[in-house]
């Protein structure tokens, strides 16, 4: 097996996005070399051995084709944790970083061991978040995808969390195996609607269509998830969820017909409304 040309040139010549190729050479340089990313810059002189070549010109043609970045490398960053992602998950997105904050903050008012319930986890990436930042709350994570809490399970073994969040299978509430009540429930539904022409546009086409899309107006889960958490907050508890960004007022108007008060709008890092919280009378 040849030796590639030097990193420089492989960086120069790659049909690739200059920040994607960075990304996946030092993906390459860490793994066969056990190099930190520095070494792009640092050892630009360097070639791979025929091995690490073959796996680069692998994983480029892989993006070439469409594929996201996090399914080549089979994990993504989120929040305070990294956490193995496949083709049977959603990517976590940074803005679902904005609901792990809104009921972290929640957990930290109520000073004492928090219950939260985090419906249609995927990867485990809300929970898993929670968990590691709030060590005393405890969590049960549901799915309705075998194949995403298989996944879900193994991030928290890796994340040494399997003792504070507790995986069960099922549609939303139905999920739960025992009458419960919880201080926060957190969601990030599938909200695309079925005729959304985004379903079909870049890293989405490569992610289960289940985890995206409610088949219908792109409402149907929110509305699901809000109008029966009534029943499974705690008198106080906050709900909150994302949502898409012109799904705002669609989503504060379901929180209030349900019941819920102190019903709030909160903007993500690019400036939308992404997420909304509702809170049950005491
Ligand atoms: C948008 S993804 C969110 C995944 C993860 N919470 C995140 O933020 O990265 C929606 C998740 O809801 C799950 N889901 C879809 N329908 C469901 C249902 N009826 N009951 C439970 N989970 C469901 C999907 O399998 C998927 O994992």
Known sequence: MSVSPPLRELISNCALPANEVRILLAHILEKHYQLPRSALLSRDDMSLNGQAFLEWERLVSRRVLGEPIAYILGKKGFHNIELE?????????????????????????????????????????????????????????????????????????????????????????????????????????????????????????????SALTDYGSGLSCLEIIIAGADQYLKPGGLITVEHGFDQSEAVMGLMKVAGFINVQAHLDLAGHHRAASGRKRL
Do not use: M
Request: charged letters at 15%; a negative charge.
């Open 85 to 209: 992602v496949a083709p049977g998950v959603l990517i976590p997105r940074p803005e679902t970083e904005l609901l792990v904050e809104i009921a972290l903050t929640e957990i930290a008012k109520l000073n004492k061991h928090a219950r939260v319930l985090d419906l249609g986890t995927g990867s485990g990436a809300i929970a898993l978040s929670i968990a590691s930042a709030a060590p005393l709350a405890s969590l049960i994570a549901t799915d309705q995808s075998t194949g995403a809490l298989a996944i879900a399970k193994k991030n928290a073994q890796s994340l040494n969390l399997l003792d504070q969040v507790q995986f069960l299978i099922g549609s939303w509430y139905a999920a739960l195996t025992e009458p419960s009540q919880f201080d926060v429930i957190v969601s990030n539904p599938p909200y695309i609607a079925n005729q959304d022409p985004h379903l079909n546009q870049g890293d989405l086409c490569f992610e289960p269509v």
